[in-house]
């Protein structure tokens, strides 16, 4: 049972672009949403969360939008860079602190 | 940012010996670490939530005691896998859960092999 989920494996940006990433989840108990970036045989990266009672959260480049009606989030990247080329994976905050991963997209920026 | 180190970050140990991974927050105190494991191509799955002082909160189907976790110090958590088996063989992560602002900061992941 997939509570969060990444319905694109991959998205391929040209440098410059918008990059928009999109995250799905089912459960309505998720107070707290946060995005974090990945290189292989490496931890997560932090990059920006939202509250569950907020609809939109920026941080330079990196913007996060809520729809709970939709129980969708999305991370725009704008303008996108090659350095941001990485494997996104969205996370949702549930019980005792506790994050539920998505599967993650793999975001490549081609110059 | 807040920085978490993990060590081993990579380990190759024979199948029935024991191997223990460390993880520390470097400049904050952290009540509350996780465990995850990561297997190739897919999500980061959460094994347990470590509360210093206390034992830790393991998830459904994972073995408590295969997956062995100290949370001595509010800085250093670390998980012993016993009796490693090549099924074992994973991404080990750990995150360390800072109050303020509160969001989970991950470690950079051990890699342990079983031959």
């Known amino acids: 049972d997939q509570q969060v989920k990444q319905n694109s494996p991959s998205l391929s940006v040209q440098e410059g672009r918008i990059s928009i990433l999109n995250c799905d989840y089912t459960?309505?108990?998720?107070?707290?949403f946060l995005w974090y970036k990945k290189y292989p045989a490496e931890g997560p990266t932090f990059l920006i969360s939202?509250?569950?009672?907020?609809d939109k959260n920026e941080d330079g480049r990196f913007t996060v939008f809520l729809n709970k009606s939709a129980k969708h989030l999305s991370l725009h990247i704008v303008p996108s860079q090659p350095g941001d080329s990485a494997v996104y994976f969205c996370?949702?905050?549930?019980?005792?602190?506790?994050?539920?991963f998505g599967t993650g997209t793999r975001l490549l920026v081609s110059p | 940012g807040a920085v978490v180190s993990q060590h081993p970050s990579r380990v190759i140990c024979k199948s029935g010996t024991s191997v223990k991974i460390e993880c520390r927050s470097l400049?904050?105190?952290?009540?509350?670490m996780f465990w995850y494991r990561q297997f190739p191509k897919q999500s980061l799955m959460l094994m347990a939530t470590?509360?210093?002082?206390?034992?830790?909160?393991?998830e459904q189907g994972v073995e408590k005691d295969k997956f062995l976790i100290n949370h001595a110090s509010l800085t250093l958590s670390t998980l012993t896998v016993t009796s490693a088996h090549p099924e074992d063989s994973s991404f080990y992560i750990c995150?360390?859960?800072?109050?303020?602002?509160?969001?989970?900061?991950f470690g950079p992941g051990t890699r342990l092999t079983v031959l």
């Open positions: 995150s360390a859960r800072e109050g303020v602002p509160d969001t989970q900061y």
């Open positions: 459960n309505s108990m998720f107070d707290y």
């Open positions: 400049d904050f105190q952290a009540t509350t």
């Open positions: 996370a949702a905050r549930g019980l005792f602190q506790k994050l539920v």
């Open positions: 470590s509360n210093e002082g206390s034992k830790a909160t393991y």
């Open positions: 939202i509250s569950s009672i907020k």
